[in-house]
Nanobody, 115 residues
Framework: QVQLVESGGGLVQAGGSLRLSCAAS????????MGWYRQTPGKQRELVAQ???????NYADSVKGRFTISRDNAKNTLYLQMTSLKPEDTAVYYC?????????WGQGTQVTVSS
């Protein structure tokens, strides 16, 4: 089992940047896939970015070129660097890790982008 705790959310103006962090309670070296998802009220949770243990990344079209996902296995931490933020990026952002066939979620961190 692994606990995931997100941090780094907040209020930022459009065009600004934020870096989200997701700290794991144990080594993430063996966690096959980690990712960031986001959700707004009344909508389904959507994938923002994913990274595999091999470092392969995948991004939603809406964030390509603006967001960068990375993982630091030594610090057991997943990151999401967000730049050129838009009001439509406003959401609760969740971290997810998949170990074997089990998915683990963090509690979420709010990101609000003002116009």
């Amino acid at each position: 089992q692994v606990q995931l705790v997100e941090s780094g959310g907040g209020l930022v103006q459009a065009g600004g940047s934020l870096r989200l962090s997701c700290a794991a309670s144990r080594s993430i070296f063996s966690i096959n896939s980690m990712g960031w998802y986001r959700q707004t009220p009344g909508k389904q949770r959507e994938l923002v970015a994913q990274i595999t243990s091999a470092g392969t990344t995948n991004y939603a079209d809406s964030v390509k070129g603006r967001f960068t996902i990375s993982r630091d296995n030594a610090k057991n931490t997943l990151y999401l660097q967000m730049t050129s933020l838009k009001p439509e990026d406003t959401a609760v952002y969740y971290c997810k890790g998949v170990a074997g066939f089990v998915g683990y979620w963090g509690q979420g961190t709010q990101v609000t982008v003002s116009s």
